[in-house]
């Protein structure tokens, strides 16, 4: 096996150039701040069901709520009429 086989040139292995390296460089820190702004767009997704969550327990609570307030005052009718 000779030198050329081996993926060596006349002037040694093949060497980036800094504008090869720059550009690499580029595409990385691209994907990183894509994948960010997609991490980012997830935990807004999940605050927002989050919130959905809390606002109908509590729509839940209050009619929970009305139902123990009516029927505490069903209560008091009856043993005002047993009475």
């Given at each position: 096996?000779?030198?050329?086989?081996?993926?060596?040139?006349?002037?040694?292995?093949?060497?980036?150039?800094a504008i090869?390296?720059?550009?690499?460089?580029?595409?990385?820190?691209?994907?990183?701040?894509?994948?960010g702004a997609v991490a980012i767009v997830r935990a807004m997704e999940e605050e927002a069901q989050v919130e959905i969550s809390l606002q109908n327990k509590d729509e839940e609570l209050i009619r929970m709520?009305?139902?123990?307030?009516?029927?505490?005052?069903?209560?008091?009718?009856?043993k005002s009429q047993m009475a």
């Open positions: 096996m000779n030198k050329n086989n081996m993926g060596f040139g006349q002037k040694g292995p093949k060497m980036l150039t090869e390296l720059e550009l690499i460089a580029a595409a990385i820190v691209t994907f990183g701040d894509a994948i709520k009305k139902q123990i307030d009516y029927l505490t005052n069903e209560l008091s009718k009856i």
